[in-house]
């Protein structure tokens, strides 16, 4: 048995499967990959990496050929990845609550640190939802306000599970113009300032939306989310969209009431965090 750092060559590996492997340290010494072989023959891989958004942790993805699964590759590799870490730093991995990595992060000690409920909204559910006059589009308020303002909402809902890095405004918005609908998306403005705010993203299908208070302590911050989700609904709908996928956190507390309230249909989502082999 041989760990060796990730090569270009080992891209066309056919069991990496959806995951997005790179080369061993593609960026900086925080984002390493290896390969295990058996006899020659590679049989897992491992990858790891610091989110420039965040940084408080390792983001780790293990895969092993299936014919050869339940020998331990799995787990050699990640006690191998322990031992790569540049920072004295903890692993985090994510997926639906019966994903079978998810139960190889359980068997590695993880332990639940957000949930994600079932994401898929039918559009026609918006009319449980009142509209408000706060309400109006993104295409009409300044980007860079609404670039400050999904900072601001990004930063406070992770704050006590997965804190922001100190320049983590660039690394989110990044891409962020050619990912939002701005007709669709919608926020609420209060004396002048983005309170409350429902981004719809055209880069998936069905589209996502995310939503929630720039504040944590926000007046009638349910109530301003309720009405953004109800326009950015009611924009998506008079495009005959049928359904649309929500991103957010039990922990979001505009958010989720409004959210629960849809009808959403899927399966639960969890983000958990593994301690490294040997502590």
Request: proline share 7%; aromatic share 8%; hydrophobic share 45%.
């Amino acid at each position: 048995m041989r760990l060796r750092p990730f090569a270009d060559d080992d891209l066309t590996l056919p069991f990496l499967g959806t995951i997005a492997f790179r080369t061993d340290r593609w960026r900086d010494a925080h984002t390493r990959s290896t390969v295990l072989e058996v006899d020659g023959h590679p049989v897992a891989a491992g990858i790891m990496w610091t989110s420039r958004v965040h940084g408080d942790r390792y983001w780790v993805a293990i895969v092993v050929e299936p014919a050869s699964r339940g020998r331990g590759y799995g787990k050699a590799v990640f006690a191998h990845l322990s031992t790569l870490r540049d920072a004295p730093l903890t692993f985090m991995t994510r997926g639906y609550v019966d994903d079978d990595a998810l139960g190889f992060a359980d068997a590695l000690g993880a332990r639940t640190i957000q949930v994600v409920p079932p994401a898929d909204v039918p559009a026609a559910s918006r009319a449980v939802l009142r509209p408000h006059p706060a309400v109006q589009s993104v295409r009409d308020l300044p980007w860079d306000d609404v670039l400050d303002a999904n900072a601001a909402v990004y930063a406070w809902t992770h704050e006590g599970w997965s804190p922001v890095a100190p320049d983590f405004a660039a690394a989110l918005s990044e891409d962020l113009e050619a990912e939002v609908d701005r007709d669709a998306s919608s926020a609420a403005v209060v004396d002048g300032e983005i309170v409350a705010l429902a981004l719809v993203y055209h880069d998936s299908t069905p589209p996502c939306l995310t939503a929630e208070t720039t504040r944590r302590e926000t007046a009638d911050g349910e109530r301003l989310i309720e009405a953004c989700v109800r326009r950015s609904l009611d924009v998506l709908a008079a495009r005959g969209v049928e359904r649309v996928t929500f991103d957010g956190h039990v922990s979001d507390p505009h958010f989720l009431p409004v959210w629960a309230r849809l009808s959403p249909r899927g399966r639960w989502f969890r983000l958990v965090e593994i301690p490294p082999t040997g502590g």
